[in-house]
Nanobody, 126 residues
Framework: QVQLVESGGGLVQAGGSLRLSCAASGRTFISYHVGWFRQAPGKEREFVAAISWSGGSTYYADSVSGRFTISRDNAKNTVFLQMNSLKPEDPAVYYC???????????????????WGQGTQVTVSS
């Protein structure tokens, strides 16, 4: 398994931007698909974005499409989530998750990911 650590969360005004990072250690990160999920208080964890092991494919939830961008730097074992035009409905704990690239999987299903970080809090003030 790969170990994941998120960073970059914080407080930002509505309309502002944040960049989250997900740093991996323990295994060769290039062998893993990575997803970002978020969980707001009182709500279930939901899919935000995902990127394939090579970076060649990216996927987004409708709620963030056009505002968030997922990318990865495999040389630095890091995946990023650039969040622009943040809205009052975006605050949550954001988690990154990784899944070994072999086999089929559903990028938006948290049960298909085997490794998870501890999460980073994102707060948006209006």
């Amino acid at each position: 398994q790969v170990q994941l650590v998120e960073s970059g969360g914080g407080l930002v005004q509505a309309g502002g931007s944040l960049r989250l990072s997900c740093a991996a250690s323990g295994r060769t990160f290039i062998s893993y698909h990575v997803g970002w999920f978020r969980q707001a208080p009182g709500k279930e964890r939901e899919f935000v974005a995902a990127i394939s092991w090579s970076g060649g494919s990216t996927y987004y939830a409708d709620s963030v499409s056009g505002r968030f961008t997922i990318s990865r730097d495999n040389a630095k074992n890091t995946v990023f989530l650039q969040m622009n035009s943040l809205k009052p409905e975006d605050p949550a704990v954001y988690y990154c998750a990784a899944r070994y690239y072999r086999g089929s999987y559903s990028y938006d299903q948290e049960g298909d990911y085997g490794s998870w970080g501890q999460g980073t809090q994102v707060t948006v003030s209006s």
